[in-house]
C-alpha cells in the first residue's frame, strides 16, 4: 500500500511537470501515452533530486513525505490554473491516412513482440531480482543502500576504497530506489527491479509515442518492433544498470526537442532541458550527451534563427537542466571522489597521440555496429540501413532544425565516446569489450527515433513509387 | 497493376523487417534466464550467510575483506555481495583495517589465514570475522 502511494505521488509529480510543459493551449487529455511515459522519468527525477536535498539538509522521513506532497500539489495546483477550461488540442501531426490491413498486422506484430517481451522481462526479473551481472549489486543498489541506511554518515559509502564501485556516478537512480525504500521502511529488493522494468517499457512507449504524432501508426509500430526485436536492450532493461535509463533520457530528450520545432511551444524546449539535466544526473555519459545537446542547439539554432533566437533557446534549454546540474555541481564538488578516466595531463596527451589507439577503437566501432544488439540471424543496424535504401527518404524538410540538432547530438555523444576511450587509463581492449556494446544501446531508441522520422512511411513509399513514372514523362 | 506491385514489394519489405526483428524478440522469450553470477546460490541465500556477521559488525567505518577465490573469475563478484551485504559499512579489499571479515569457500579453507590475524568468531559456511594480531 505505502509503495503503491509513493508510486502515485511520483508519477503524479512527474505528470504534473510533464503537462505544464507541454504547449498552453493543448488539452490534459492530448498525447496521453507519450505524457504518461514521460511522467515516469520525470517523477523519478524529481524523488531523486528531492532525497538528495533531504539528504544534505538531514531531514526526516516525515520531511521528505511534507516535501513530497508539497511538491506534487504545488506542481499540480499550478498545473489546475494553467490549464483550467482547456479542452481541444492540436491534431495529430502527421494525418494521411495508412492502409488500415497493414496498420492491423504491424500492431498485433507489435503485440506479440510486447507480450513475448514481457514475459522475457518478467522471466529473468524473478530469475535474477538482484539483476543480471555484478554492476547492478556494485554500484547502482550498492549506492542506493549507502544513502539509505547510511543515516548521517551515507558519504563515506563514496570512496574510492570500494574498487570499481563508482562513487563519482551521478545519483538520480540510486536517490530514487532510496526513497522509495523510505516509504516501504525496508531496502525491498522489488524496488530497483520494478523501475528498471519501468524504464525500459517506457522507452518503448516515448517512441511508439511520439512516432505515432509525427509519422503515423505504421512507423510506431515498426520502431516499436525493431526496439523489441533488439535483444540487449530487454536484456540490459531488466539488468539494473543505469543504461537503459539513460537511453530513456537520451530519447525523451530528442522527442521533446522534435515537440518544440513542430509546435514552437518554448515550454517543451525547457521540458526537454529538463530531461537532459536528469540524463546528466543519471550517469556521466549523460553529461556528455547534455553538453553536446547544448553544442548542437547553439550551432543549429544560430544558423536557423539567428543569434538572438538561438541564446533564447539555450537559455530555456539551460533554464529546465538547472535543478539537476545544481545538484550534480554539488555532488561532484562536494561529495564524490574524481572520476577514474581522467589521469594527468601528460598522460592523456600521450594517448592522444597514439594513433594505433584510434584505429583500434575504430574496429570495435566498426565490429560492435554489426553485434551491440545481440541480434538473431542479421544484425538490427543492417536490416534498418536495407530497409532505409530500399523504402527511401522522406522528402518533407519541414523539421529540418530538429533533424539536425538530434543527428548532430547523437553524432557528438559518440565522438564524446570515441575520445574517453583514446584517454581512458584502463586496458583498451577491455574497455571497449565490456562497455562499447552499452554505449551504442543508450544511443538506439534515439537512433531508432530519428531514422524513422527520415524514412518513409509505408504508404508514402508506395505513393512516391505510383508518382515516379508520371513525373518522368 | 503496376501500383498493386509496387504496394506487395514496399509490404515485402515492411513485413521482412518486421519478421526478422520477431524471431529475435522470440529468442529472448525463449531463452531461460541467465546463469546467475554466484554460482548455484541464489543471491539472496548467498546473502543470508553474512547475516549472524552484520550482528557483530560496527555500525560504521571500514573492515577490511579476504577471500580464497584469488584465481576464480568470478571472484570480484564475491567481494561485491559482501560489500552490498555490509554496507552502509565500507569493506576495503585488504587485510590491513582492524577487523577483516574472512568469505572462504569453506570453514576449512579459512585456516589458511595470514598470520598477522587472528579469529574472533567463526560463522560457518566460510564465513570469519578476523582481527589484527596486537604484539
Known sequence: MRALAAALLCLLTGWALVCLGWPKHTSLREQLLLKFSLSLGCGLGIFSLIFFLNLILAGSGTVLLATDVAVAGLLSGILFFRFRGSTTGPKP????????????????????????????????LLGNPHGEGWDAFAIWNLHARFLFLGRDYWK??????????????????????????TYLGRDSVAVPAVIALAFTISTLAILVSALLQFRGKDSACLAGIVLLGTPFFLQQGVSQYADVALSYFFLATIVLIWFHQATGSPELLALAGSMAGFAAWT???????????????????????????????????????????????????????????????????????DWHRYWLILRWYGKDFFLFGDWF???????????????????????GSATWVSALTLALTAAGYFAIFVITPYDLRWHLRYSLNRLFLQLWPSALFVFFMLVRTPDEAISARQMAPSTSQ | MKLAKERIRIYAYVFSLAVLCLISTARFACESPQARPLGENSFDQYLHRFDELKKVLPARGAVGYIDDRAE???????????????????????????????????????SA???????????????????????
Not at chain 1, 539551460?318 to 564524490?336: E, N
Not at chain 1, 544484425?379 to 534498418?384: E, H, K, S, W
Not at chain 2, 589465514?113 to 604484539?135: E, M, W, Y
Open chain 1, 93 to 124: 501531426i502527421y494525418t494521411r491516412k495508412q492502409p488500415a490491413r497493414l496498420t492491423r498486422i504491424l500492431f498485433f506484430t507489435l503485440l506479440i513482440a510486447f507480450l513475448s517481451s514481457m514475459y522475457g522481462l518478467v522471466q529473468r
Open chain 1, 156 to 181: 563515506e559509502g563514496f570512496t574510492n576504497l570500494i574498487p570499481w564501485s563508482h562513487p563519482d556516478y551521478p545519483l538520480l537512480l540510486p536517490a530514487s530506489i532510496a526513497h522509495f525504500w
Open chain 1, 283 to 353: 550517469k556521466n555519459e549523460g553529461q556528455l550527451f547534455a553538453c553536446a545537446l547544448l553544442v548542437s542547439l547553439a550551432a543549429i539554432g544560430c544558423g536557423f534563427q539567428g543569434f538572438r533566437g538561438c541564446v533564447r533557446e539555450v537559455s530555456l534549454f539551460v533554464a529546465g537542466m538547472s535543478p539537476s546540474l545544481v545538484a550534480l555541481a554539488y555532488f561532484k564538488i562536494r561529495i564524490a571522489p574524481p572520476s577514474d578516466l581522467f589521469q594527468a595531463g601528460s598522460t592523456m596527451l600521450l594517448k592522444a597521440a
Open chain 1, 377 to 399: 540471424l542479421i544484425p538490427g543496424t543492417v536490416l534498418l540501413v536495407a530497409f532505409g535504401w530500399l523504402i527511401g527518404r522522406q522528402r518533407n524538410r519541414q523539421q
Open chain 2, 72 to 110: 576464480n573469475p568470478l571472484g570480484p563478484g564475491y567481494y561485491y555481495a559482501v560489500q552490498y551485504a555490509a554496507a552502509p559499512l565500507v569493506v576495503k579489499h585488504s587485510v590491513d583495517p582492524d577487523l577483516v571479515i574472512g568469505n572462504f569457500t569453506s570453514s576449512a579453507a579459512a
Open chain 2, 113 to 135: 589465514h595470514p598470520t598477522n590475524l587472528v579469529t574472533v568468531r567463526d560463522f560457518g559456511q566460510g564465513v570469519v570475522l578476523f582481527r589484527q594480531r596486537h604484539p
